[in-house]
């Protein structure tokens, strides 16, 4: 076994795997990662032992920004901005009403996943562990609040000029709610394991899954106890009041269970741990299964309930709920290990190997359990098989990406991706919550829909292409992503960016 794959880095002290020639470190900037390059090769490595008097002086490094990921932030930003305000006119690409897996559902895993990669890198070194927790901390009831504010009912853009929400109603989950628990979990475990890390490699493809034990150990106790709980929890009838069809008058609907195990919608232990943790009325009002065949002819695009619709059709889910994320703890754990080969292995190919075939079994076990029916993909459950199919997709992406910019420097086509993804809180609420949006709709003339936005959406595009879903689409493409794409990199330019 050659020395290079004997050495590690971990802890403040300790090298990279590589010798000293070309040492490694990774900083955080601006919400994404760095790794600098030693630019001057020493005359001679120092040997084991040897004195640190003897060492030549260090020069100061140059830093060089790891390209990749603000790129694959900035995809997943741009994804989240198309399907959002596309998949009404393209229903193919919005959320699965149920099993499956479409466009959408990437979104969320490749979010988890990044902040993954982020946090291995971030916390590679952590003098202190106790402020590093205090920061960990911190952000987390960050990504709380603007969660709570931008999705559990007070903002109402980018539509309706109010503002505002009734707290018997307020959804206390969301997107930034569920960052914050994965970040948190995976953070903490990183951080209190610091000292726990070998200082050097073992041999084989397997050694960097031992080193990093403790941070798998944690991602395996959230599958286990999702598991149990989906497989073995009893979910009795249970009953809802329909507050939200402006047609008819509030009434109350029951749907009857009594059974443990069930996957489908109406029945399954995910929905009823968030009732019984939040309330029914704190869920999310308008869950994608109202596209399903078994609630509206309009499928798979939203429409009116069928009369024969079973009652669920009609009740809130939350699709960011409590059990699910817990789930999601492991595609933020799969994330951090992409971060942790990225640490540790200094050649272009053994990162990839590492990547690309992990990447490959996930997808090959998520295919095997959904087409068995063992464990089918769904999102809204974010069962075991949709967090193995979507974390091994963004690790295709990641290393495809990878490849691309940060391997053959073909940056330029991707620098769009790369100022959105150094941006990415900034853009994620101007744009992908419509808030830039609804700031610009509060100026109108004489009617609410006679604004800016409405005008440039309608003779600009749909008028232009005389059809509404390709006036949408290309409104979001050119007017949403490529403006938001600009602004991200004038903003760069300007040395300005919105972290937590």
Known sequence: ????????????????????????????????????????KMANPVAVGESVKEQPPLVKHKTKRVATLDAFRGLTIVLMILVDDAGEAYPRI????????????????????IVGVAIA?????????????????????????????????????????EYGVNMKFIRWCGILQRIALVYCVV????????????????????????????????????????????YTLYVPDWSFVDHFDEDEPAKRYTVICGMRGHLGPACNAVGYVDRQVWGVNHLYSQPVWRRLKACTFSSPHEGPFREDAPSW?????????????????????????????????KGHSERLKQWVSMGFVLLIIAIILHFTDAIPLNKQLYSFSYVCFTAGAAGIVFSGLYILIDIWGLRTPFLFLEWIGMNAMLVFVMA????????????????????????????VFVNV????????????????????????????????????
């Open 1 to 40: 076994m050659d020395e290079e794959s004997k050495r590690m880095e971990e802890g403040i002290k300790s090298p990279l795997n590589g010798d000293l020639k070309k040492e490694e470190s990774i900083k955080t900037s601006n919400g994404g990662s760095i790794i600098d390059h030693d630019k001057d």
């Open 94 to 113: 919005d959320h699965s009403p149920w099993n499956g897996c479409t466009l959408a559902d990437f979104v969320m895993p490749f979010f988890l996943f």
């Open 121 to 161: 890198l971030a916390l590679k070194r952590i003098p202190e562990i106790k402020p590093a927790v205090k920061k960990i901390i911190l952000r987390t009831l960050k990504l709380l609040f603007w969660g709570i504010i931008l999705q559990g009912g007070y903002s109402h853009a980018p539509d309706d000029l």
């Open 187 to 230: 953070a903490l475990i990183e951080t209190f394991t610091t000292k726990l890390r070998p200082t050097t490699l073992g041999s084989g493809h397997l050694s960097i899954f031992t080193a990093y034990r403790w941070q798998w150990f944690g991602g395996f106790v959230a599958f286990f106890i999702y598991m149990i709980t989906t």
């Open 313 to 345: 059709c009609r009740s809130p889910f939350e699709p960011e709920g409590l059990l699910s994320s817990i789930s999601a703890i492991l595609s933020g754990t799969i994330g951090i290990h992409y971060g942790h080969v990225l640490i540790h292995f």
């Open 432 to 459: 992908a919550q419509g808030i830039f949006a609804a700031f610009v709709n509060g100026w109108y003339y004489e009617d609410p829909r006679n604004s800016l936005v409405h005008w440039i959406k309608k003779h």
């Open 465 to 500: 292409w005389h059809s509404e879903r390709v006036g949408t689409i290309l409104y979001v493409i050119f007017a949403e992503i490529t403006f938001w794409g600009v602004v991200a990199g004038v903003l760069h330019k300007l040395g300005i960016y919105w972290k937590l």
